[in-house]
């Protein structure tokens, strides 16, 4: 796999849910960063969690971080039909501040 | 709120014409790059711009490609003969020389080669 995977690929849930997507990547990091995509519109970034923190919270999300493992993974507790869109984690790495590698994305559904 | 603003939101192009797209960062900004997504694909880096030169280019950002701050508010991407491959979303974005490395993203310029 490649440099910031996220799985599940898709993820359906009833509002009020909590959703937790994952995000593994292969080289060391400086920091990972969480970006959200609605539907044909730009990225919003949600959340930054630097290389040497494990966990990071803000408002009903709740990011963590295991270097050891490569891994991410992202938590919105008590969902909302407005947070459907796609979620995407993003990788720094080395001394560059703005090459962020990609992953795949989560499409995530939240039934009203 | 400060944003980053794209044009033009969709442009279509015959193969082999050159594409010019454009961008106004984030006033205070210093950092500006171009990613692309190709659709159902990842968001791919391209180039990263500062102090008025490339910090750093992708190897997708061929000898096809050009970026340009022609004034103190306009960041240009330019695609010198487009291919169908070059079909995508092109998104600028913008940081600031303070703050976590969050980069703030336009909305995205289409760009349809047929």
């Known amino acids: 796999s490649q440099q910031g995977e996220e799985d599940p690929q898709a993820l359906s849930i009833q509002e009020g849910e909590n959703a937790t997507m994952n995000c593994s990547y292969k080289?060391?990091?400086?920091?990972l960063q969480w970006y959200r995509q609605n539907s044909g519109r730009g990225l919003v970034h949600l959340i930054l969690i630097r290389s040497n923190e494990r966990e990071k919270h803000s408002g009903r999300l709740r990011v963590t971080l295991d270097t050891s493992k490569k891994s991410s993974s992202l938590l919105i507790t008590a969902s909302r039909a407005a947070d459907t869109a796609s979620y995407f984690c993003a990788t720094r790495g080395g001394t560059s501040y703005g090459k962020l590698t990609f992953g795949q994305g989560t499409i995530l559904t939240v039934h009203p | 709120e400060p944003e980053v603003t794209q044009t033009p939101s969709h442009q279509v192009t015959q193969m082999g014409q050159e594409v010019i797209l454009r961008c106004v960062p984030i006033?205070?900004?210093?950092?500006f790059y171009w990613y692309r997504q190709i659709l159902g694909q990842k968001v791919e880096f391209l180039v990263s711009f500062y102090n008025n030169e490339i910090s750093e280019k992708s190897e997708i950002f061929d000898d096809q490609f050009s970026v340009e701050r022609p004034d103190g508010s306009n960041f240009t991407l330019k695609i010198r003969s487009t291919k169908l491959e070059d079909s995508a979303m092109y998104f600028c974005a913008s940081r600031g020389t303070v703050g976590t490395g969050e980069l703030f993203f336009g909305e995205g310029s289409r760009l349809t080669v047929l």
């Open positions: 006033s205070n900004h210093l950092y």
């Open positions: 080289t060391s990091i400086n920091n």
